[in-house]
């Protein structure tokens, strides 16, 4: 009898510690990872876009903003998942490529 009575005792301190809510983290390591290969891929593009000969400058000023836009976001990820020794640098070479892009726009604007 006495078994029972520790058994259930046992039951039932189970349930209450897993009915009760906990905080959990609603970032996923994954989903980060995923976006920021996704901005990283994005980069890429514009920066092979970037280097086509036959660009406007009007074309090239369209991509500086996107090309800041797409550094930014890889670089907010960056601080959101600062436990990460290998994000500083993607962002400090996301926001090179950005002013990269400014310096573009403006040499062609100014001749």
């Known amino acids: 009898m006495r078994t029972l009575r520790t058994s259930l005792l046992a039951l039932v301190v189970g349930l209450a510690v897993a009915g009760c809510s906990k905080h959990v983290d609603t970032r996923v390591a994954g989903d980060d990872d995923a976006a920021l290969d996704a901005a990283s891929s994005r980069l890429e593009e514009l920066e092979s876009r970037a280097h086509e000969d036959d660009l406007s400058c009007g074309d090239r000023c369209a ?4 090309t ?5 976001h890889l670089c907010a990820l960056a601080e ?3 436990d990460r020794d290998d994000l500083p640098p993607r962002c400090t ?12 726009c403006s040499r062609c604007k100014n001749g």
Do not use: M
């Open 63 to 66: 991509l500086a903003p996107q």
């Open 80 to 82: 959101r998942n600062a």
């Open 93 to 104: 070479q996301a926001r090179e490529q950005c002013a990269n892009a400014n310096d573009e």
């Open 68 to 72: 800041c836009a797409a550094a930014e």
